[in-house]
């Protein structure tokens, strides 16, 4: 039985989709059936259109949009969302928050989950974002993987680039003209296998 990995994302600009697309390719390759979905958009049309990302987001508004019962049936989930202050969007917490039915009969126990952030800098707030995840995790009694640093693309520093041990990210730049790096991106696809290779093991 192939394990069923969820990739979940949040994209504004379409840097968090680069990154969710790598993560659900890596967990592919390493042999999970993988399901890709996205939180609602919950910023009015007007704003966006004022905000530039109107015609970003129509490079991913095929994907379907996910609801609390999509956490459901999945042996991983890896969340990829941008940072908003150190912390989740308010799309990504709207959705957690209805998931109190899921926690309350441990439909989560034992299973895998990872988190991939982006920040506009370097010192934005991804690892904090990605503890505020593992948090959720935890309370929904599920393993934690990171990315651990046999993935050695986030050791260097001879250029920009993100990656946490408490898991793969991307850095946009604080004008969002920065896309995710070969790099970070090779860093969420060996997240993603990682993820997928741990929940294998824990479906035996």
């Not at 049936?73 to 989930?77: M, N, S, V």
């Not at 709207?94 to 899921?102: A, E, F, H, P, S």
């Given at each position: 039985m192939k394990p069923v990995i969820k990739v979940f994302f949040y994209s504004t600009y379409g840097h968090m989709y680069a990154m969710a697309k790598s993560a659900a390719e890596g967990a592919e390759k390493a042999g999970a059936e993988?399901?890709?979905?996205?939180?609602?958009?919950?910023?009015?049309?007007d704003v966006l259109t004022q905000m530039g990302a109107v015609e970003a987001q129509k490079q991913f508004a095929h994907v379907p949009e996910l609801g609390p019962q999509d956490f459901e049936?999945?042996?991983?989930?890896i969340l990829v969302t941008a940072s908003r202050y150190s912390n989740i969007p308010g799309q990504v917490a709207?959705?957690?928050?209805?998931?109190?039915?899921?926690w309350a009969n441990q439909k989560l126990k034992g299973k895998v989950g990872g988190a991939i952030v982006g920040t506009a800098t370097q010192h934005g707030g991804q690892e904090g974002t990605a503890l505020t995840i593992h948090r959720y995790f935890l309370h929904q009694g599920m393993v934690v993987a990171g990315l651990p640093y046999t993935y050695q693309g986030q050791s260097g520093v001879d250029e920009i680039r993100g990656g946490s041990p408490y898991g793969a990210t991307t850095i946009a730049g604080g004008d969002g003209g920065r896309m995710p790096s070969e790099d970070e991106l090779a860093g969420a696809a060996y997240h993603g296998a990682y993820i997928a290779e741990i929940a294998a093991k824990l479906t035996r």
């Open positions: 993988v399901v890709v979905k996205r939180f609602p958009e919950t910023i009015p049309q049936g999945a042996d991983g989930i709207n959705i957690l928050d209805q998931t109190g039915g899921i």
